[in-house]
């Protein structure tokens, strides 16, 4: 009984944590660390659209395009601080 009680309760937790979910698009100038771009969605799907579309926008640049899931903006900016981290030096080793 408990194990089924566990899952159920996993399980809708998980679906709770899905709906709050926002996905972030990230255009990412590595040369000078710095970003160039970010989009929140709502939809992975409309995220993922317009990655392949700045990926082809900025190819030639070298630019990195990613897209990031989170619940919120802050929640993203401590997972994934290095593209946020523009005042640290970059080493060279």
Known sequence: M???????????GNCAKLALMR???IVFDRENHRIVEL???AESEDAVHM???REIDHSERGYEVVVLG????E???NTHSRYFD????LSSA
Request: hydrophobic letters at 25%.
């Open 23 to 25: 996905y972030y698009l």
């Open 51 to 53: 990655r392949f579309k």
């Open 39 to 41: 989009k929140e969605f």
């Open 75 to 77: 929640a993203l900016v």
């Open 86 to 89: 523009t005042g640290r030096e």
């Open 70 to 73: 989170a619940t919120s903006k």
């Open 2 to 12: 408990y194990s089924e009680r566990h899952s159920d309760d996993t399980v809708s």
